[in-house]
C-alpha cells in the first residue's frame, strides 16, 4: 500500500507519496489556494496520483499538515468568538500581564495595544466563584446562561470560549456552562479553559481558550470538507492531521482542540528530521526549515525535539504543547526593501503565492530573496520543479535592478549578493539565538536543511555558524509532507500541581501521573488505538519558587526515587540554561504532563538512486560568489548513486532545490540517501 504525506504552506503545497515496500517515492508541489485552501490540497493529492500511476484504494494513508491556523490568528480571519467568564474578569484579555511580556521592546513609548481577540461586548460575564483551592465560593448562576444564549443566538457570533477563575483546580462551573450553552446553542463551536489549557495563570489560559475558539469552526469545516472532497475521490484510508507537538491526531481531536495545529506545518519537518538522525546516529542537529515565508530553527538533542509549552503569536499568548521553533521573515519569498538611511531590509512581509516572486511571472513588482537568488544563479529557470514551473529570469534581473541596484548604486550582482549576504546574517542571528544563547555551541551540532530554498543557504550559514557538517536529506523543498509519512501519533495531557516538590512524595507523583495515563487510554480507547501500543513519557514543569517561568524536565518510569530524581535532573537543567542553582530556593511542580506516543509512521528506507559513477548533467551554470562569476558543473541529485563524492567547485541540483559546493568542499551520499557535506574547520 502507499501512504501519502500534504502540507500546505503559504506559497505552494508541497505533496508527497511513499511506496511502503518498495521505497520508492513520488512528490509534486501545486500552487496553495488561499481563498480556500481545501483547492490547492484536492490539487495535489489529484497530481500525485497521476504522476504515480496510483488510484485512491491504494492509499492507505494519508498525513496533513497546515500553516492556515498560524495564518488565521496573524490575519485576525478567525471566527468570531465570545468570551464567557466570570464575573468582575471580562477585561483580563486586555489587561494580559503587568510585566507586560508580549512587548517586543519594553521600553517603547509608541507601542500600540494589540488589538483584543474578543471585543469588549463580546466579553460577557456569569455570576460564579472559586476558590484558589477549588471550593465554590459563589455558586454558578445558571440562569444568567439563558441570557447570555439569547444574546449569542441572535448574533453572527460561531464560537463561544468558557473561561473562569481558578477553573484549573475545579472545573465543576466550566462544565456545567459548557454543557449548558452546548444544548441551547446548537452548531455553535464553545470550548472551556480546563478542556484546553488546564494550568494556573489567568490570562494566558483565556488567551489560549479564545484562539482554540477562533479556529474551531473555520478548521472544523475544512477537516469537514477536505475529508469530503477525499472520499468523493475513492479515499479510504486512515486520515490524520499534523499537531504542533511533532505527532498525528485523530480528525475528531484536531477539530476539538484545533490550537493543536498553529506550528502543524513547520512540525512535519522536524518529525522527519528525527527519523533522519535515528537512522543516522546524529544525536543532536540544528535544523533549518527555509520556505517561501519564513525561517524556521529547531533542535534535536538526544534525538528527540526541544518542546515548549507556551509561546506567543502575534503577541498573543499560546500555551500548548508544540516543537520549539523560531521563526524569522527570511523566507524564499520574503520581500526586499531599502530602509530610510539606505540599508537593505528583508521581510516580515512576504510575496506569498499570489502574485509570488517577481521571476513568478504573476504580476509581481517586489523584489524577493528567491529573484535575488536567480539572478545570483543559484536557481535555475529552466529546471526549478524539474522543469514544471518555467522562471522569469529577466523579470527578476528587472526588480532587483529597480528595488536594490539602482537606489543603492551598485551592479545587479552585486546588490543580488548583498540581499543574499543580509538574509544569512537573519538566519545565522536566528540560530545563534536558538543555540548559543540557551547554552549550546553550534559547533557541537550537525545542520539539517530543507525547505526549497534552505540547501540554496545551508553551505554559507554553516560557514558563518562554524558548523563542519551540513545533511541535506532526500526531497528538502518537500521534507516537511514527507513527515506527514513517517510521524507517529501522539497525544498530549496535563494537571496542575503548584505546590513545592518538598511536599510531594513518590507516591502522589506516580498517582497523579497514574490518573493522567487512565485519561489517556480511554481516549485512546475511544479513537480505536490499543493502549499496549503506546510509548508512555512523563514530563515536569518545575521552577524555583519565586520564578516567572518554568523547565519542562523529563521524569523517571520507576516510581522509586523520582522526586529526588526529579530534582536532580531540574538543578541539571538549571544550570546549563542559566549557569547558576539555587539549592537554598524549594523548587516547585506547576504541572505534570503525559504523552502518548503511538507508532503510525513508515519505517523504511528511501529507495537508492542512480549506479555507478556520478556524471555531470552536461551542462554548466554562472553562479555568482566570492566577487566572481563561476561556471560550474551541474549534478543531478537523483543520478548520484550512494557512496558517490562530488568534490566543488560544482551544482547539485534536484526537483525542489540545489546546493551550490565551493573550493574544498565535497558532498557523499550515505545510505539513506542524505547528501552529507563536510565542511573544513
Known sequence: MRRIGIDVGGTFTDVVMVDDSS??????????????RVIGAIDGYRRILEISGSTSDQVSFLGHGTTMATNMVVEGAGAKTALVTTRGFRDILELRRVSRHDRADLYDLLFDNPRPLVERRWRLEVTERMTFEGNVETPLAAHELEDIAARIRASDVEAVAVAFLHAHVNPAHERETVEALRRMLPGRFVCASHEVNPEVMEYERASSTVINAMLGPVCGRYIERLTHALGELGFAGKFLFMQSNGGLANPAVVADRPIVLLESGPAGGVSAAIRSCEKGGLRNAILGDMGGTTFDVSLIREFRPEIRNKSLLHTYAVRSPSIDIDSVGAGGGSIVWIDAGGGVRIGPESAGADPGPACYGRGGTRATVTDCNLVLGYIDPDSFLGGEFKLDADAAFRVVEEVVAK????????????????????????????????????????????????????????????????????????????????????????????????????????????????LGTAELRRLDIDPQSAQVVRLADCRYAGQPDVITVAVQDDPAGMTAALAADFETAHQRLWNFVSADKPIVVANLRLQLVTPTGWRGGVKAAGTGAPAAAGASRDVYFDGNVHALPVFKRDAIPVGARIDGPAVIEEHSSCAVLKASQSAVVDADMNLVIELAA
Open 407 to 518: 537606489p543603492l548604486g551598485m551592479s545587479v550582482l552585486e546588490a543580488a549578493q548583498t540581499v543574499r549576504s543580509v538574509a544569512n546574517a537573519l538566519m545565522a542571528q536566528a540560530i545563534r539565538i536558538m543555540t548559543v544563547e540557551r547554552g549550546y555551541d553550534p559547533r557541537e551540532f550537525s545542520y539539517i536543511c530543507y525547505g526549497g530554498a534552505g540547501p540554496v543557504h545551508a553551505l554559507d550559514l554553516a560557514q558563518q555558524m562554524g558548523i563542519r557538517r551540513v545533511v541535506i536529506p532526500p526531497l528538502p523543498g518537500l521534507f516537511s509532507a514527507f513527515g506527514m509519512t513517517v510521524a507517529d501519533q501522539q497525544y498530549d495531557y496535563q494537571s496542575p500541581v503548584e505546590r513545592d516538590l518538598d511536599h510531594l512524595d513518590d507516591a502522589n507523583l506516580a498517582g497523579q501521573f497514574g490518573d493522567l495515563l487512565a
Open 23 to 36: 521505497g520508492r517515492i513520488w512528490s509534486t508541489k501545486v500552487p496553495t489556494t488561499p481563498k480556500d
